[in-house]
């Protein structure tokens, strides 16, 4: 089974502050994704990466940055937290074709910012 | 932009009954992959149905099928012989080349 990971399921933070929210994925994959879910929103893309070291802005990248130094894990890092960033975090990957493939979700991270 | 609307913020369905989710999406494109997701209570997001837009059988996995008709732009979501295990919020996303999107979700309950 795949098996995606993240670091953590609740996390509290002050505005201002460096937040980094990792994931892991243990299959392989090509790709990986960093989204945001919000009641009434669903879904929105920040990131996402197709290789080692390689990036894409998704449809909401302001604020946001993403690291990639290895396949099997992917970071969103907030330079600088500020509460309209309080919300759910979501990781996925999937094998070979963005579009094509089947995600694989984590369990999202909750970061509330105060 | 592609944009995908779930017209049902919430929908309940009694336990063995079925029940039906909409979701139509706005696209120019001819070739893409639409896809239903479930995220249960406190649980990890999966896949629960995918349909290939140049099939136009539509696709079907045990007690779910879709509606999938592509001149209208629909995709919906028939969940037949409900199970209280259904109970979830449930996405649907449409892709195409780099271009990922997910509708706003729609909360089913099953009722025992």
């Known amino acids: 089974d795949v098996k995606v990971t993240q670091s953590s399921r609740y996390l509290v933070k002050r505005t201002g502050e460096k937040v980094f929210l990792e994931c892991v994925q243990d299959m392989d994959h090509e790709n990986m994704f960093w989204y945001r879910q919000d009641p009434g929103l669903g879904l929105r893309l920040i990131y996402f990466s197709y290789d080692v070291k390689m990036k894409e802005k998704g449809d909401i990248p302001e604020g946001y940055s993403v690291s990639r130094e290895k396949k099997e894990r992917f970071s969103l890092i907030l330079e600088s937290a500020s509460t309209n960033q309080t919300s759910m975090y979501l990781c996925?990957?999937?094998?070979?074709?963005?579009?094509?493939?089947?995600?694989?979700f984590g369990p999202g991270t909750r970061l509330t910012v105060l | 932009a592609q944009t995908v609307t779930q017209s049902q913020p919430e929908m309940s369905v009694q336990e063995a009954e079925t029940v039906t989710l909409s979701c139509t999406y706005d696209t120019s494109e001819n070739n893409y992959y639409l896809f239903w997701y479930k995220q249960p209570p406190s649980r990890q997001m999966i896949l629960v149905i995918r349909?290939?837009?140049?099939?136009?059988q539509n696709a079907t996995e045990n007690r779910f099928s879709v509606n999938f008709q592509k001149a209208a732009k629909s995709f919906s979501l028939k969940i037949s012989d409900s199970q209280l295990g259904d109970t979830a919020m449930y996405f649907c996303a449409y892709a195409n080349d780099y271009k990922l999107s997910f509708g706003a979700g729609t909360t089913v309950t099953v009722r025992a």
């Open positions: 996925a990957s999937n094998p070979q074709g963005i579009s094509t493939d089947t995600q694989y």
């Open positions: 349909q290939e837009a140049y099939k136009q």
